[in-house]
């Protein structure tokens, strides 16, 4: 009987260090799922970019087509900012959320965890160019606007 308890005293002294830090491990890599998404974002952004300088279609709205036939809306060169736009040119199945800002801008948010942005900062987020900022927006929602709630920026974020 004493051997059986012992046996209960060590699985629970395990567990308790195993899963804080298996909890932590999760929210690094979802914050780090954030990092990659944006990188893929942008670099899609920047080749469609490149296509639409050499075919003249870099004014306040376009469209091009894509070697793959994939046709992409354009603001000022970049992909719009919506599923016409960025969604077309990236490869993520990550959920995702695009809107209208109250600018008028088009911005597309990739949800790491699916919440809403009151319970969830665990997100990366792209806004299309305007005329008055001519270049796309790449945001890091976990470390530019946290939750009180989660503690520090970054990774605590998508606990």
């Known amino acids: 009987m004493i051997e059986l308890v012992v046996i209960l005293v ?5 567990a308790a260090i195993a899963i804080p830090r298996f909890i932590q491990a999760q929210a690094n890599a979802r914050y780090q799922s954030i990092a990659a998404v944006l990188a893929q974002a942008q670099a899609a952004a920047n080749a469609v970019h490149a296509k639409a300088i050499v075919a003249g279609q870099t004014g306040s709205t376009g469209q091009i087509t894509m070697d ?6 354009l ?11 960025i969604l077309k040119v990236i490869n993520t199945s990550i959920t995702t959320n695009w809107y209208t800002r109250g600018d008028g801008r088009k911005a597309t948010d990739f ?3 699916n919440q809403s942005y009151a319970v969830n ?3 990366g987020s792209y806004w299309e160019p305007n005329a008055s900022n001519p270049i796309p927006i790449y945001k890091n ?7 009180s709630s989660n503690g520090a920026a970054g990774a605590e974020q998508c606990r």
């Open 10 to 14: 060590i699985v629970g002294i395990l």
């Open 68 to 73: 793959d036939g994939t046709v992409v809306a």
């Open 75 to 85: 603001v000022y060169g970049y992909p719009a900012g919506n599923d016409s736009g």
């Open 111 to 113: 949800l790491i965890i």
């Open 121 to 123: 900062r665990c997100y």
């Open 141 to 147: 929602l976990a470390d530019i606007d946290p939750l």
